[in-house]
């Protein structure tokens, strides 16, 4: 009996290569998953039902003509701000409802590529503003622990769908945590790979300097197979980075033993939730006890990271979006009187509160007489912070910390303090920042059943070593 909603793509790719199932039985069990469940996850926007079957009938006529491709017939979700031909990407929003991609996304057309299934789009964050994916403009998503309870954001449609068995693996984003922190609330794993690894290209740009795609999966080798086929230069991005793509299922092996493992003191601080910070350290020592070496290093600029970030972010966002305006596609108000007029109601009318919020925070921070003190200044810190981590990985292989300071809040708990939601990004901002890669991984839960996430951090490119580290930790928990 095929069990699709703990499947993971490792098993999957075994299953379809054994023939015990193809890759229509199993997309249409992950569909059937999907249909029972997600009228109370809410954990996409749209579904490709007829599309996912045609492009796993085409798989399963590839596989009998002999090929094998990397991931052929796996099906996957994607996050609704990543184009794929011929599906909407609305990105969450208003403002560009009834838009249908034209084409795919690099990383899109690597993973087809490769052979991957595309479900359909998972819900998130407006543009991806936002850490609970409260701030769609058409649903909110619920934690499949727990559906009280938010799935973490701005991926929180993507962490959920993994979690809730209605996908083997998504796509998710991470331009401030939007990766980690939802994996860490729904208990699965999360990459955020390094700045200039994946492509960027596609993707509906949020801060362009912070920006990063990356798989979200139920174990580390699987997010190991999807990183082999979206890493790499693209010549549409000139971000990415011409270095040669590791063999990251090959990283995975080594173990914890001879590694030297980071503790910020910055990280474990109070205020975090006493049982996230127990999970986190008991983690810590299951470690040290499989032979890592345990050294406590400083990122003395810590303290700043969240302010830096949200106007960094927020600048680059106002300059982003300003090309959501009436004009070529998208949300167009009715009869406008002049062309400021049709700026202004189109976005009013399209763009959600959060959205507004950080736009006009970003236009400020960017204005005459503003830039220096606010975005020359945090560009400034930026690079104190980027330093900081210069030296503790010259201490250290890898960074070990919290992911979050709590775990999973009830939804509404947070939507009316944005404050209290921004300062729930102290943990992961930093690595944005900085261009580091960083796995969230499940290591425990609260004495409620909610899970709690541990953030391993590694240098920028460091991935086959992040790679051995979670792994290695991944096989304690076994």
Do not use: W
Not at 256 to 272: H, R
Not at 330 to 350: D, N, Q
């Amino acid at each position: 009996m095929m069990d699709s909603a703990s499947m993971t793509v490792a098993g999957a790719l075994e299953g379809l290569r054994n023939k015990r199932f193809s890759s229509v039985e199993l997309t249409r069990s992950v569909l059937d998953a999907i249909a029972a469940k997600d009228g109370e996850l809410n954990a996409y926007l749209t579904v490709d039902a007829e599309g996912a079957l045609r492009q796993a009938e085409a798989a399963d006529a590839a596989r009998a003509n002999g090929a094998d491709a990397p991931l052929l017939g796996v099906p996957i979700a994607v996050k609704d701000l990543i184009n794929v031909a011929g599906q909407p990407c609305t990105c969450a929003s208003k403002i560009l409802q009834g838009y249908v991609s034209p084409y795919d996304a690099t990383v899109i057309a690597r993973l087809r590529a490769a052979g991957a299934v595309f479900l359909g789009r998972t819900n998130m964050d407006e543009f991806a503003m936002g850490s609970s994916t409260e701030n769609s403009a058409f649903k909110v998503t619920r934690n499949p622990h727990d559906t009280t309870r938010v799935p973490g954001g701005s991926s929180g449609g993507s962490a959920a769908a993994v979690a809730g068995g209605e996908a083997v693996a998504a796509l998710g984003t991470d331009t401030g945590g939007s990766i980690r922190q939802p994996a860490s609330f729904c208990g699965c794993v999360g990459l955020k790979p390094s700045y200039g690894r994946v492509s960027r290209y596609g993707v509906t740009a949020y801060a362009s300097s912070l920006d990063q795609v990356g798989p979200m999966t139920r174990t580390v080798e699987d997010a190991a197979l999807l990183m082999q086929e979206l890493a790499g230069v693209d010549p549409h991005d000139g971000t990415t980075q011409e270095i040669p793509v590791p063999d990251y299922r090959k990283a995975m092996r080594g173990g914890l033993k001879g590694l030297k493992i980071g503790l910020p003191k910055e990280y474990y601080i109070e205020g975090t939730d006493p049982e996230v910070m127990r999970a986190v350290r008991e983690s810590v020592d299951r470690c040290a006890a499989a032979g890592a070496e345990i050294v406590e290093v400083s990122l003395p600029h810590t303290e700043y990271a969240v302010g830096v970030y949200y106007i960094l972010a927020t600048a680059e966002a106002s300059a982003n979006l300003a090309r959501f305006d009436g004009v070529r596609y998208g949300h167009r108000t009715e009869k406008p009187e002049g062309v400021f007029e049709l700026y202004a109601k189109s976005r009013a009318e399209g763009f959600g509160l959060e959205v507004k919020r950080r736009i006009i925070l970003g236009t400020y921070v960017l204005s005459s007489g503003y830039y220096d003190a606010y975005y020359g200044r945090a560009q400034k810190v930026r690079t104190l912070i980027r330093g900081d981590f210069e030296k503790a990985f010259g201490q250290c292989d890898v960074l070990m910390t919290p992911v979050a300071p709590t775990a999973a809040y009830r939804i509404g708990e947070a939507s009316d303090d944005p404050l209290k939601m921004y300062l729930g990004d102290i943990f992961t901002v930093p690595a944005n920042l900085a261009g580091l890669c960083g796995f969230s991984l499940p290591c425990g839960k609260t004495a409620g059943g909610l899970p709690i996430g541990l953030q391993i951090l590694g240098a920028p490119f460091s991935e086959p070593t992040l790679f051995r580290a979670a792994a290695g930790f991944e096989d304690l928990q076994r």
